[in-house]
């Protein structure tokens, strides 16, 4: 779907910068493109027309004001759980339905100080929980590849957002790969940062300890253009890291030379597609070629990642949508006589979850409940503290951990609808970045026979996105 | 193979504050039972003296204690379903 004929990040800040495009023109090409792809896309919850053309005028008529303006002009879809000052912010949920936030979340204030428009909010699963796009209040969105066909989840109308070519960036939250196997689906990168690398403030949680922000764009310079923008400690947020933020965008083109690819061959064997594993060894080849070496490792803890995931996760979820009460914002049911606040509460969230958000925060709330709290939530962080440890004695040995992004290409819609553990098993590759916090890439590799794009993945050291970033720009070349 | 029995699950929606129908209780009692019998395989891991991680960060988010600018009283209640605003107050059924 990536031809030269579709916007990149860079190749519109530059058009822009050097007076071929004005804002106005970037803004107006991407609604007119979202006007022509969205009635079968339907990746946005909300398109802001005006909004975002009045940005645009201000942004032309204002000029170049400073070198930090890295994305001035370019028009950007931010997934709907990331907060938008001003415009309705749902979470793809009806029980925020009419929220409109205050405030913008930091992620934004930042894009947008950075000259970027935001032109719409993306579709989503409700509050992060969910593969496919499937659990939206909003509806489905369909793979620009093949729209019988999902996006992924939960960010999947941020993905197909930029794969059918209406915006060139996305804001995405990974919570347990969330960012990483929407891009595998739909041909795209996809970078997860280092937990506290992007700030979390204005990001309506979904597991506090394992969300983070990050984008979905066509290449790796890109990524490190937004990622530029985006990272960097915030007081609004006491998760933020106060690391230094380097220059991720000119170390993009070291390459691959005496980089040491780890690949944990007994977890990338069973029940993968026989193309992904063609696909995945296709990448590594590349990274010889260009001068990477690749060794096996052992992670003997991967192949409990998710159950680790779904008790922990759950538990953090259980916790924080307690805040959605029908008090302060968003549904609240209508009460009978003789009803008061207990039935409110009750009825609102019956009345405001989706059912995969209503089996999560119960799942959550039975393993932190009395007497069930050691066999499973205590259990599962000490198990996480275990693949941390496999994963900080494979860096003795290797620079970046490589996977297959998902075992499979995109699954047809409907098809996993009505098993939610047959959903949970496809993040077996992408929920071990969260648990232990660690940076990770999701690049395209070779396709699918069929033409399905297919995903490689990288997981990297703390705070090592320059190193992901420049094997990713490898691969793409 | 762990189960749930429906009694738990009614327990568990009451803890949460969900109003389940009898049919998401039949729903969820077997959906809930699958997943809870998948994530148990945790339980047969040698985690002895392993601490538990509870956060990947491990260092003090502490800061000053220094009063700074926040959100207005009345951007807080603008989305409120029944608020009384000259009040700053959000309103909500009696408890009965």
């Keep these: 779907m990536h031809t030269a004929a579709t916007p990149t990040v860079r190749g519109l800040a530059t058009a822009i910068r050097n007076g071929e495009l004005t804002a106005v023109d970037a803004c107006t090409q991407a609604l007119d493109r979202i006007h022509a792809e969205e009635p079968h896309i339907g990746a946005f919850t909300a398109v802001m027309h005006e909004r975002a053309l009045d940005r645009a005028r201000r942004i032309d008529a204002a000029g170049i004001t400073s070198d930090t303006q890295i994305l001035r002009g370019v028009p950007v879809a931010i997934k709907d759980n990331i907060c938008t000052s001003g415009v309705p912010t749902t979470a793809a949920s009806r029980i925020l339905a009419g929220f409109v936030p205050p405030y913008s979340a930091t992620a934004v204030a930042r894009l947008e100080a950075a000259g970027a428009i935001v032109i719409g909010k993306a579709n989503m699963d409700e509050f992060g929980m969910g593969s496919s796009t499937e659990n939206s209040s909003a509806g489905v969105t369909k793979n620009p590849w093949d729209l019988s066909r999902t996006p992924g989840g939960s960010s999947g109308g941020a993905a197909a957002a930029v794969a059918a070519g209406m915006v060139a960036a996305a804001l995405g939250s990974d919570t347990g790969g969330s960012i990483r196997q929407p891009a595998a689906f739909c041909g795209l990168v996809g970078l997860k940062p280092t937990y506290g690398r992007v700030s979390r403030y204005g990001l309506l949680a979904f597991a506090s300890s394992l969300d983070q922000i990050g984008p979905l764009v066509h290449t790796a310079e890109d990524a490190a253009l937004l990622l530029q923008a985006l990272a960097g400690h915030d007081p609004h947020d006491a998760t933020s890291s106060d690391e230094p933020v380097p220059d991720y965008v000119s170390t993009i083109d070291r390459g691959v030379q005496g980089l040491r690819i780890g690949v944990p061959r007994a977890f990338v064997g069973d029940g993968v597609d026989a193309e992904v594993q063609r696909s995945f060894a296709g990448a590594l080849a590349r990274w010889q070629d260009a001068g990477a070496t690749v060794v096996d490792i052992a992670l003997p803890h991967a192949g409990h990642a998710i159950p680790v995931y779904y008790l922990i996760a759950t538990a953090e979820a259980s916790s924080n949508l307690a805040r959605y009460d029908g008090v302060r914002y968003g549904h609240r049911a209508a009460l009978g006589k003789g009803e008061g606040l207990r039935e409110m509460y009750d009825r609102t969230r019956d009345e405001g979850f989706g059912a995969e958000v209503k089996r999560r925060i119960m799942l959550g709330t039975y393993v932190l409940s009395h007497g069930y709290y050691d066999a499973y939530y205590l259990k599962a962080q000490q198990v996480r503290t275990l693949l941390r440890q496999d994963y900080d004695q494979a860096f003795a040995a290797c620079d970046v951990v490589a996977m297959p992004t998902t075992p499979t290409p995109a699954f047809r819609l409907g098809e996993k609808t009505s098993d939610p553990l047959q959903m949970y098993l496809g993040d077996v590759f992408t929920v071990s970045a969260n648990l232990t916090g660690l940076p990770a890439i999701s690049m395209p590799s070779t396709p699918s026979a069929s033409g399905l794009p297919i995903g490689v993945q990288l997981t990297g050291r703390a705070f090592d996105e320059p190193t992901l970033l420049a094997a990713a720009r490898t691969l793409q070349h | ?96």
């Design chain 2, 1 to 96: 193979m762990s189960s749930l029995t429906r009694g738990e699950v009614t327990r568990i929606a009451d803890l949460a504050r969900l109003a389940l129908t009898d049919e998401e209780v039949d729903l969820f009692t077997k959906q809930l039972g699958d997943i809870l019998g998948y994530v148990e395989q945790i339980q047969g891991l040698d985690t002895a003296g392993v601490a538990p991680t509870a956060h990947v960060l491990n260092r003090s988010t502490e800061r000053p204690d220094e009063p700074a600018a926040t959100l207005a009283r009345a951007g807080a209640l603008d989305n409120a379903p029944d608020a009384a605003p000259e009040a700053g107050l959000f309103k909500v059924p009696r408890v009965l």
